[in-house]
């Protein structure tokens, strides 16, 4: 039979009332009274509503506060064609600026670069001007020994300088002078030793004629001071008397087979050398007196002296 009203009203209520117990209370973030959504009223006999279903994986991890930073980084909309294309001119402006600026960096870069190089090639120059004055100054000082027994430079005065240098003028004309006579001295040792024909070696005694007309031109044009006149003077008439004369006697008493003449070229043979032994020891004399000159191969020299060493190096 069915049942009364009372009873299904009772049996409605028991059942509301065991819903309620198996859900839990919820204590937090309830509304306000007046925000409360109108409460359902269970007529009997309808169906009890279920509970709310436990939230899923996925709507915790919607929740998660990495998704609301996710949600709240999302993209702004599109801006307008008008911002869009003044934003690419702002960063075009950007890039020819980066540009610019670069370009300024490297050609101060480079002017930089070419001041330290012309600074490095002008101390190197300096350097080097400096080396060869070096170089210079300690090849043409002499060093002398002083009363403690230490080798130390001879100073020169200004004057000492100027007569170094005098004597070092007369001295090459000297030594000039001096390779020709050896030369002579060296067909006259050929010619006695009767090895080769006189009429080959006549023609070098002629040759000879030419270096002693250039020397003594040579000589004749030189100025020297009045403590080397005399001295400059003998041997220009020595270049241009005796060892000319000779010369010229040698070549023809033996191409023309001429008595005459081999006898001047044997008086001119003594007056040469006699002549030159003379003006060989003036010149060491003056050499004596200057400063810082070394004299020992003007004394040490002699024509019998230079004929030995001739012989001893050719084994003649």
């Known amino acids: 039979m069915g049942k009364s009203l009372l009873q299904q009203k009772l049996e409605a209520?028991?059942?509301?009332?065991?819903?309620?117990?198996?859900?839990?209370?919820?204590?937090?973030?309830?509304?306000?009274?007046q925000y409360a959504p109108p409460?359902?009223?269970?007529?009997?006999?309808?169906?009890?509503?279920?509970?709310?279903?436990?939230?899923?994986?996925?709507?915790?991890?919607?929740?998660?506060?990495?998704?609301?930073?996710?949600?709240?980084?999302?993209?702004?909309?599109?801006v307008r064609p008008a911002d869009r294309r003044r934003q690419e001119e702002q960063y075009e402006e950007e890039m020819v600026s980066e540009e610019v600026r670069a370009e300024l960096r490297r050609q101060q870069h480079e002017q930089i670069m070419l001041k330290v190089t012309k600074v490095f090639q002008v101390f190197l120059i300096i350097a080097c001007v400096y080396l060869v004055f070096l170089i210079y100054g300690i090849s043409n000082t002499s060093f002398v020994y002083d009363a403690r027994?230490?080798?130390?430079?001879?100073?020169?005065?200004?004057?000492?300088?100027?007569?170094?240098?005098?004597?070092?003028?007369m001295q090459a004309q000297y030594?000039?002078?001096?390779?020709?006579?050896?030369?002579?001295?060296?067909?006259?040792?050929?010619?006695?030793?009767?090895?080769?024909?006189?009429l080959l070696i006549a023609p070098e005694y002629e040759k000879l004629l030419e270096d002693i007309s250039s020397l003594s031109i040579q000589i004749g044009a030189l100025t020297t001071p009045a403590r080397y006149?005399?001295?400059?003077?003998?041997?220009?008439?020595w270049v241009r008397n005796d060892i000319a004369l000779y010369?010229?006697?040698?070549?023809?008493?033996?191409?023309?087979?001429?008595?005459?003449?081999?006898?001047?070229?044997?008086?001119?043979?003594?007056?040469?050398?006699?002549?030159?032994?003379?003006?060989?020891?003036?010149?060491?004399?003056?050499?004596?007196?200057?400063?810082?000159?070394?004299?020992?191969?003007?004394?040490?020299?002699?024509?019998?002296?230079?004929?030995?060493?001739?012989a001893g190096e050719t084994g003649q």
């Open 149 to 169: 027994g230490m080798v130390v430079p001879q100073v020169l005065s200004v004057d000492e300088i100027r007569d170094k240098e005098d004597f070092g003028t």
């Open 175 to 198: 030594l000039q002078a001096r390779v020709l006579y050896e030369k002579v001295l060296v067909l006259d040792y050929r010619l006695a030793m009767n090895i080769e024909d006189p």
């Open 229 to 237: 006149a005399q001295s400059m003077q003998m041997l220009l008439n």
């Open 13 to 33: 209520q028991k059942q509301a009332e065991s819903g309620e117990a198996r859900q839990p209370v919820r204590t937090q973030n309830r509304l306000p009274p």
């Open 39 to 78: 409460e359902v009223v269970q007529m009997p006999g309808s169906p009890v509503p279920a509970a709310p279903a436990a939230p899923s994986a996925q709507d915790m991890k919607a929740r998660s506060p990495g998704k609301r930073r996710k949600l709240a980084a999302a993209p702004a909309p599109d």
């Open 247 to 310: 010369c010229q006697n040698m070549s023809a008493a033996i191409s023309q087979n001429s008595s005459v003449r081999a006898s001047h070229a044997m008086t001119d043979k003594a007056n040469m050398y006699n002549d030159f032994m003379l003006i060989t020891e003036n010149v060491a004399k003056l050499g004596s007196k200057v400063k810082d000159v070394d004299i020992t191969d003007l004394v040490e020299w002699s024509p019998d002296a230079y004929l030995q060493k001739y």
